[in-house]
């Protein structure tokens, strides 16, 4: 008869042959660090700044490199053929699903596939390609001249909360017609969102196991304090609307909802949809465009030069009276080149977000598994020396030819094809408006007695500079 002690060791015996069996690369799968049963090669990814080691592994295993997180297939793509070639290939559009997000449905813009999302993304893309155009000017207006009249010259500002007020003030004014820093429960998500996309660990191992999350992780609540408050916000919307006079995205977005049901779809445009959609725009649009308003201001501080020429080319087209607009873009060359240099040479995104096969496909040479999960490293693209002469210098002439800004197709700071970043053009825009606009009025320098600033960024979801502190000066 055999004894409950060897039905243990014999069903621990048996789990670890399937673990050994199961660390065993595919075939012709990328090569790349050694699985491990159990783990795979999470061992060899540190939870930070893991796209510093992307170089050393390129060298080592190649352009495409494979790895394992625990049960889920990973491979991150480098080279700029290989990376334009995944970030367009139709059968890497699917995406990582977090399924802990939503209690388990799968809803949102960004970390979502398949028809409806497709849907909604379509409609979000057509609202925000119309309808900010109409408000932006308006919005940025506001805010820059909130900005401006609190600003006291010959004084030592810290910068790098300074700008996500702003960027999430334009966005909620799009968004539900609300400005942030008026209301206080905005106030809180306001700190909720800066801190945890600083503070969320993109390699972290509570990714790959769920039963880590919910051993030794604290529930979030604050998301659902968010969620309540947008609940809250389409509720008064649907009380106080007006079909034919819609005010920002929810308005459009309840308008599309009824038109949707009298045609019998009710699954797709739902109340839960818009509040999962409405906190994916709030945390990846505000704090990537206010991060990568901070990064611009810290290269024009430790590069007094291009400051000055930037200055004196918004003072030679622009004047010092009207503030800029959209349409003054290709008036000020230097001024985008100065933009696309700062997130050149130290994205705030390394990698981009997470592409999923959707099907078993032969990548160059490589078979790569369905719901492999794609990365595409955008800092080793932007460091190659192949595609950028002497990558490690700070040159916004670079971007200039004959005059003019020039876009380059392997510079990629919001990705590329149909899983590019949804908020690409607003957030140009309002980079774009706030670096003109406050470099028409002032200039900002490394102040006597405090640290020189770090380019090192704090990484997370998104990557952001340090704490760094300025002097800010009158231009008038």
Same mark, same amino acid.
């Given at each position: 008869?055999?004894?409950?002690?060897?039905?243990?060791?014999?069903?621990?015996?048996?789990?670890?042959? +399937? =673990?050994?069996?199961?660390?065993?690369?595919?075939?012709?799968?990328?090569?790349?660090?050694?699985?491990?049963?159990?783990?795979?090669?999470?061992?060899?990814?540190?939870?930070?700044?893991?796209?510093?080691?992307?170089?050393?592994?390129?060298?080592?295993?190649?352009?495409?490199?494979?790895?394992?997180?625990?049960? =889920?297939?990973?491979?991150?793509?480098?080279?700029?053929?290989?990376?334009?070639?995944?970030?367009?290939?139709?059968?890497?559009?699917?995406?990582?699903?977090?399924?802990?997000?939503?209690?388990?449905?799968?809803?949102?813009?960004?970390?979502?596939?398949?028809?409806?999302? =497709?849907?909604?993304?379509?409609?979000?893309?057509?609202?925000?390609?119309?309808?900010?155009?109409?408000?932006?000017?308006?919005?940025?207006?506001?805010?820059?001249?909130?900005?401006?009249?609190?600003?006291?010259?010959?004084?030592?500002?810290?910068?790098?909360?300074?700008?996500?007020?702003?960027?999430?003030?334009?966005?909620?004014? +799009?968004?539900?017609?609300?400005?942030?820093?008026?209301?206080?429960?905005?106030?809180?998500?306001?700190?909720?969102?800066?801190?945890?996309?600083?503070?969320?660990?993109?390699?972290?191992?509570?990714?790959?196991?769920?039963?880590?999350?919910?051993?030794?992780?604290?529930?979030?609540?604050?998301?659902?304090?968010?969620?309540?408050?947008?609940?809250?916000?389409?509720?008064?919307?649907?009380?106080?609307?007006?079909?034919?006079?819609?005010?920002?995205?929810?308005?459009?977005?309840?308008?599309?909802?009824?038109?949707?049901?009298?045609?019998?779809?009710?699954?797709?445009?739902?109340?839960?949809?818009?509040?999962?959609?409405?906190?994916?725009?709030?945390?990846?649009?505000?704090?990537?465009?206010?991060?990568?308003?901070? +990064?611009?201001?810290?290269?024009?501080?430790?590069?007094?030069?291009?400051?000055?020429?930037?200055?004196?080319?918004?003072?030679?087209?622009?004047?010092?009276?009207?503030?800029?607009?959209?349409?003054?873009?290709?008036? +000020?060359?230097?001024?985008?080149?100065?933009?696309?240099?700062?997130?050149?040479?130290?994205?705030?995104?390394?990698?981009?977000?997470?592409?999923?096969?959707?099907?078993?496909?032969?990548?160059?040479?490589?078979?790569?598994?369905?719901?492999?999960?794609?990365?595409?490293?955008?800092?080793?693209?932007?460091?190659?020396?192949?595609?950028?002469?002497?990558?490690?210098?700070?040159?916004?002439?670079?971007?200039?030819?004959?005059?003019?800004?020039?876009?380059?197709?392997?510079?990629?700071?919001?990705?590329?094809?149909?899983?590019?970043?949804?908020?690409?053009?607003?957030?140009?825009?309002?980079?774009?408006?706030?670096?003109?606009?406050?470099?028409?009025?002032?200039?900002?320098?490394?102040?006597?007695?405090?640290?020189?600033?770090?380019?090192?960024?704090?990484?997370?979801?998104?990557?952001?500079?340090?704490?760094?502190?300025?002097?800010?000066?009158?231009?008038?």
């Amino acid at each position: 008869m055999i004894s409950s002690a060897m039905i243990f060791f014999l069903l621990i015996f048996v789990i670890f042959l +399937l =673990s050994l069996i199961a660390a065993k690369r595919p075939k012709k799968y990328p090569p790349g660090p050694i699985f491990l049963p159990i783990i795979g090669s999470i061992y060899a990814v540190p939870g930070q700044a893991a796209h510093f080691n992307i170089e050393r592994w390129r060298q080592k295993h190649g352009n495409i490199i494979g790895h394992r997180y625990g049960p =889920s297939y990973e491979i991150y793509v480098t080279g700029v053929d290989e990376s334009l070639a995944a970030l367009k290939h139709p059968n890497f559009q699917g995406r990582k699903i977090f399924y802990h997000r939503n209690s388990g449905i799968k809803r949102g813009l960004f970390f979502n596939d398949g028809d409806k999302w =497709s849907v909604i993304k379509r409609f979000t893309l057509n609202y925000f390609s119309e309808f900010q155009k109409i408000k932006i000017k308006d919005v940025m207006v506001d805010e820059m001249n909130q900005l401006f009249s609190n600003i006291v010259p010959n004084t030592v500002v810290e910068m790098n909360y300074q700008f996500f007020p702003i960027a999430l003030n334009v966005l909620m004014k +799009l968004l539900s017609s609300i400005t942030s820093t008026r209301d206080s429960t905005m106030n809180f998500i306001l700190t909720h969102t800066y801190k945890s996309l600083h503070e969320t660990r993109p390699t972290g191992i509570e990714n790959y196991f769920p039963i880590i999350r919910k051993l030794f992780f604290a529930k979030d609540n604050s998301v659902q304090v968010v969620h309540n408050y947008l609940k809250k916000s389409i509720n008064e919307h649907r009380a106080t609307l007006k079909v034919d006079q819609p005010r920002d995205y929810i308005d459009a977005f309840l308008i599309e909802q009824e038109k949707r049901r009298a045609l019998g779809d009710s699954d797709t445009f739902t109340d839960e949809e818009l509040v999962v959609d409405c906190y994916d725009l709030i945390r990846a649009g505000s704090i990537s465009t206010a991060d990568a308003i901070a +990064l611009v201001m810290l290269y024009l501080v430790l590069y007094p030069d291009a400051q000055n020429k930037m200055i004196q080319e918004i003072n030679a087209n622009i004047g010092r009276d009207i503030m800029p607009t959209l349409d003054d873009k290709k008036k +000020l060359p230097y001024c985008e080149a100065v933009i696309a240099e700062s997130l050149r040479i130290n994205p705030i995104v390394p990698f981009t977000a997470p592409h999923r096969a959707t099907e078993e496909t032969e990548f160059y040479g490589y078979v790569i598994p369905k719901n492999t999960i794609v990365k595409v490293s955008l800092w080793t693209l932007f460091r190659d020396p192949q595609l950028w002469k002497d990558p490690d210098d700070f040159r916004p002439e670079r971007f200039i030819v004959d005059g003019e800004f020039v876009k380059y197709p392997y510079h990629l700071p919001f990705g590329l094809g149909k899983r590019s970043c949804l908020m690409e053009v607003m957030a140009r825009n309002i980079i774009f408006l706030y670096i003109a606009s406050f470099f028409q009025k002032f200039s900002i320098h490394l102040p006597h007695g405090e640290p020189y600033p770090s380019t090192d960024l704090v990484q997370g979801s998104v990557a952001g500079p340090q704490p760094f502190k300025v002097l800010i000066k009158s231009l008038r």
